[in-house]
């Protein structure tokens, strides 16, 4: 068998085994999920009506609902990647990759199959949370199909790059609880981007903060895409943010990863 084809095979096994694993412990996704369905319920019905019309032009509820749903399917994404930081330190607690290192097979296949079973995962939790805002009011016009797979492409692209961090972030941990603490800011910088309120309206120190981080860029793209708005410099930025977290998240990951146990 080919080097290619022993790799697409133990991949396919790997990812096997994390939704089966998902699937029989749903309660750790359905709680992450919660985050950001509450977050989109508690700023429409809540706060919607004195955002809406100071934010969007006096819009009310439903033009800040339209706001709030980027940033909230971006955080859906980081919510998502964090059980995968838990699963990654759980096997590497419970000995099972020490096991894998052993075992007669495509080492980086056990890395693959927790990336891809994370994005799968993190893309049907964006569907979700998606359906959660259409139901409520969501809608999104102006935005034609190519928009739309425009769209996809960039939460998908932006799922892949939090969940090569969020398996980086796993191999390191030495518990669950440590993994789940150290993820945690893949939740925390959407609520410190432009993802509730416009950047410029911010204190002027902290506007540098809310501006130069990943998330910022990939929710203004988002928006431009679903909702007609100016995307000007953020859609490279985006991608550039994309690349970049992969790439470190990658390089990272494998090295740990084959890094001998003491």
């Known amino acids: 068998m080919s080097t290619l084809a022993l790799a697409a095979r133990d991949s396919s096994t790997m990812l096997r085994r994390n939704l089966l694993h998902a699937r029989r412990y749903p309660s750790l996704t359905l709680n992450l999920l919660l985050t950001p369905i509450m977050l989109l319920l508690l700023f429409v019905y809540i706060f919607g009506d004195t955002m809406g019309s100071g934010i969007v032009g006096g819009g009310g509820r439903s033009a800040y609902l339209a706001y709030i749903v980027p940033g ?46 994370s994005v799968m995962q993190s893309v049907m939790s964006v569907v979700l949370v998606g359906a959660v805002a259409v139901a409520i009011g969501f809608r999104s016009t102006d935005a034609t199909v190519l928009d739309w797979l425009a769209a996809f492409g960039v939460l998908v692209l932006f799922a892949l790059a939090l969940t090569w961090l ?22 925390l910088l959407p609520l410190l981007s432009s993802a509730f309120v416009p950047v410029d309206s911010m204190p002027g120190w902290f506007q540098p903060i809310a501006e130069y981080q990943p998330f910022t860029p990939a929710i203004e793209t988002l ?11 953020n859609g490279w930025l985006t991608v550039a943010w994309c690349v970049g977290l992969t790439v470190l998240g990658y390089f990272w990951s494998t090295s740990t990863f084959n890094r001998d146990p003491k």
């Open 223 to 233: 928006r431009g895409l679903l909702l007609g708005t100016e995307i000007g410099r």
């Open 166 to 187: 969020a398996v980086g972030l796993g191999l390191v941990s030495p518990n669950a609880e440590a993994a789940s603490n150290n993820a945690m800011p893949l939740i």
């Open 72 to 117: 909230l399917l971006l955080m859906t994404i980081g919510s998502t990647v964090i059980g995968t930081a838990v699963s990654v330190s759980n096997d590497m607690a419970e000995g099972i990759i020490a096991r894998f290192r052993t075992m007669a097979i495509h080492r980086p296949s056990v890395l693959v199959g927790h990336v891809v079973g």
